[in-house]
């Protein structure tokens, strides 16, 4: 009997990512474990990584690094396990939010989730100003027609957005105004990226 | 009052980029356009806008075609040849750099003419769909003891996935309407090499390494737009061209054929796919 003829009798962790399976007996064995995103440059043409910082007895063991995977980043989340700051939970978040709706851009295009993607914001209290606002201000979309479509596609962003919030609040339990912060750096980083508003100030274009 | 080719152009330019490689392939985009009533124009602004960042190829403007604003950027030229492949200055891998940070596009889809595998399973127009792209000149060379000496070993490669929201609507214009040539979607080999060798070909196809997707054809182009994702793992760029010859002994003759009716149908076959989602979306 090989690994492979042992898949019918195999613990219900078996079905997680083995960094996922490892986070989770570490936990269990009274760890505490954080991580952070490592991005070489701000432009994000090289590939993110995800460190793994993990305290023994308090005592911090040396981090590790992985290549940012969404659905390795997805079973972190659901363990509960935080970025080390809030600011780091933002860009974790904007990643999360990026996969997200990876299956609107599939469904609809990327010139209309933008264009929709941007009129939600703009009705929205966050975009009244602060981190989205300065970078909404560079940004051009036109205005989709408001027809079924539009309010479906409104809605899978909206709901992919939201759940990002409920996982912040319900598996990570950060506080509402923690919320607000994190998702606020989020939105603000996606948009940023998405419109490269960052790499056009870089190359000194605004 | 602002000039026109003075007026400052929102940013993003457009969303979607289309590009091509030779004259047949800009002239089968426009007679296309032409054909599905769609805007196909200078304008100065726009030209003025690509001269400012040191872009001198023709762009064409097609307005915003359902979620789409769409900008087809024509042949770049070296003392008026067409610059093919992806290397140089003006090679598919500068130019898709170049353009995207040039327009703040998401998504660019290169047009034009590729070479099929297999005569009868697939004919000349058939257009192919990368759902990715296999940069084959990444290979090994090592010494044999059999002729000619030596073998490529492509167990290097590494398979590229295309932007899924590009694959995806070509995947949904396959279902939904019919066309006088058949649509592959699969893997696509990519390299600088201008094949005319059968026995080359079949090397590739044979070991290659080719992931989970059948090898439906090869180019040129495509391996250079890798150089152009703006994220490490967001590609921006997806591949479709129309089968203009199989890229064999056969090739010098066959591509007189196919350099009409390939670039055609690819141009054609992206162009419905856009206009249809434009319709889905109304």
């Known amino acids: ?206 | 009052m602002a000039k026109a080719d003075e007026v400052q152009l929102p940013w993003p330019v457009c969303s979607l980029l289309l590009f091509v490689a030779t004259s047949a392939e800009e002239n089968a985009l426009q007679e296309q356009a032409a054909k599905l009533e769609l805007p196909c124009q200078k304008y100065p602004a726009l030209t003025n806008h690509f001269r400012e960042r040191g872009l001198r190829d023709d762009a064409w403007s097609l307005g915003t075609i359902g979620g789409e604003t769409v900008i087809a950027i024509g042949c770049s030229r070296i003392k008026g040849n067409p610059v093919m492949g992806p290397y140089g200055r003006l090679g598919s891998a500068a130019k898709g750099m170049r353009y995207l940070a040039a327009t703040g596009a998401q998504g660019i889809i290169q047009l034009g003419m590729a070479f099929g595998i297999s005569r009868g399973p697939q004919s000349l127009g058939d257009v192919l769909v990368s759902t990715s792209l296999i940069p084959y000149d990444k290979r090994d060379v090592k010494p044999a003891s059999n002729e000619p000496g030596y073998f490529s070993d492509y167990s290097a490669v590494e398979i590229e996935p295309a932007r899924p929201a590009l694959v995806q609507r070509c995947l949904r214009e396959k279902a939904r309407t019919q066309f006088g040539f058949a649509v592959h979607v699969g893997a696509m080999l990519s390299g600088a090499a201008r094949i005319h060798c059968a026995a080359f070909r079949d090397e590739l196809y044979g070991t290659v390494p080719h992931g989970n997707e059948p090898i439906v054809g090869g180019e040129m182009e495509g391996v250079g737009l890798l150089a152009a994702a703006v994220k490490a793992d967001d590609p921006a760029w997806c591949v479709v061209k129309g089968i203009c010859d199989f890229a064999d002994e056969q090739r010098g003759e066959e591509i007189k054929v196919g350099l009409t009716i390939a670039p055609q149908n690819a141009a054609h076959f992206v162009l419905s796919s856009l206009l249809n989602d434009a319709k889905m979306l109304a």
């Open chain 1, 1 to 206: 009997m090989n690994e492979l003829d042992k898949m019918f009798e195999a613990p219900s962790e078996m079905a997680l990512p083995p960094l996922v399976r490892y986070c989770k007996s570490r936990k269990e064995a009274g760890d505490r474990i954080e991580v952070e995103l490592y991005r070489p440059d701000a432009g994000g043409s090289s590939q993110t990584g995800l460190v793994i910082h993990r305290w023994e007895n308090e005592m911090e063991q040396t981090p590790y690094q992985v290549e940012w995977d969404d659905g390795v980043n997805a079973g972190l989340v659901d363990l509960g396990i935080r970025a080390i700051n809030l600011q780091q939970e933002g860009e974790r978040f904007a990643f999360s939010i990026r996969a997200a709706l990876r299956h609107v851009e599939r469904r609809y295009g990327d010139g209309y989730l933008s264009a929709v993607l941007v009129d939600l914001l703009d009705e929205s209290d966050l975009c009244k100003g602060g981190e989205i606002f300065e970078v909404r201000k560079f940004v051009h979309a036109g205005r989709p027609e408001r027809n079924r479509s539009y309010h479906a596609c409104r809605d899978l962003i909206a709901d992919e957005i939201g759940g990002r919030a409920v996982e912040l609040r319900d598996k990570l339990a950060y506080r509402p105004d923690e919320v607000k912060t994190v998702m606020t750096k989020a939105l603000a980083i996606y948009l940023d990226e998405r419109f490269s508003v960052s790499s056009r100030r870089n190359f000194g274009l605004l």
